[in-house]
């Protein structure tokens, strides 16, 4: 194989022990440091839904109590303290016929519950800019005519269109797609992420009616029942060419 033209190098593949942020070697740190008071009673918090808390990585043996400064919890497992993510984060949309539908954001926008008018991005191009309805409905940047979109509410396609919105003077957005909701993202104006299925209801309702309106709500905290889970953007393991590789 090493003699073939399209093989730049080949090496052994090497089992090497892993070292955790347990290990002074891989941290880098001196085998006698010279601990100072600043080093005591940091809170660290790690925020990653795809981590397994009861994992002995995390075991705090030999270390102190949290400070009296932290305000969170603890879950108590084999540990003192790790905790888990075990909220989710939901966004109502209520709509002018009182329906309403759930999504996901951290919207921090307080509209009051006011209805505002509803505008489909694909309802609404800048066609003196050059762009089409194909365009504008996933509400790419300069694709929304200002005129038609100030002061509304605008659904786009897709999961991008915030900055958009933003520019053309809307009141809030509604982006859509596939993807799990265990990931939630902030908008730069109200806003809310829905699933695919709920926002092709609201364009139905939008072009069902003569004067769409709709609101949006601020966001929700809920203790997630199926917290602690795996999120859907974390790898799965183990590695299936090296079983040895629990996740990449």
Same mark, same amino acid.
């Given at each position: ?104 954001? $951290?919207?921090?926008?307080? /509209?009051? *519950?006011? %209805? ?5 991005? &694909?309802?609404?191009?800048?066609? #003196? ?5 194909? $365009?504008?409905?996933?509400? /790419?940047? *300069?694709? %929304? ?5 100030? &002061?509304?509410?605008?659904?786009? #396609? ?91």
């Amino acid at each position: 194989m090493a003699g073939l033209d399209e093989v730049v190098s080949v090496f052994l593949d090497e089992k090497r022990q892993l070292l955790t942020t347990r290990s002074w070697n891989f941290i880098g740190f001196p085998q006698q440091p010279e601990i100072e008071y600043s080093n005591s009673d940091v809170i660290i918090g790690v925020i990653d839904s795809g981590i397994w808390p009861e994992s002995e990585s995390f075991n705090d043996k030999g270390f102190t109590p949290p400070p009296s400064k932290w305000k969170g919890t603890c879950q108590a497992s084999d540990f003192t303290c790790n905790n888990t993510l075990d909220r989710k984060f939901v966004t109502e949309i209520k709509l002018g016929d009182n329906r309403t539908f759930e999504g996901s954001s $951290l919207n921090t926008f307080d /509209l009051k *519950g006011e %209805l505002y008018p509803i505008i489909y991005g &694909g309802d609404a191009p800048n066609i #003196e800019a050059g762009f089409n309805q194909d $365009l504008s409905r996933n509400c /790419l940047i *300069g694709s %929304l005519d200002n005129k038609l979109v100030k &002061g509304k509410i605008v659904l786009c #396609e897709g999961s991008e269109g915030a900055a958009e919105a933003l520019r053309a003077g809307a009141v809030g957005v509604l982006t859509q797609g596939h993807k799990f909701m265990d990931a939630t993202y902030s908008f730069p104006l109200p806003g809310c992420y829905l699933q695919s299925n709920d926002a092709a209801n609201i364009h139905k309702y939008i072009h069902s009616t003569r004067t769409p309106t709709a609101t949006i709500y601020k966001t929700t905290e809920f203790k997630d029942n199926l917290a602690p889970m795996v999120a859907s953007f974390s790898s799965r393991g183990p590695n299936n060419a090296t079983l040895e590789i629990l996740k990449i």
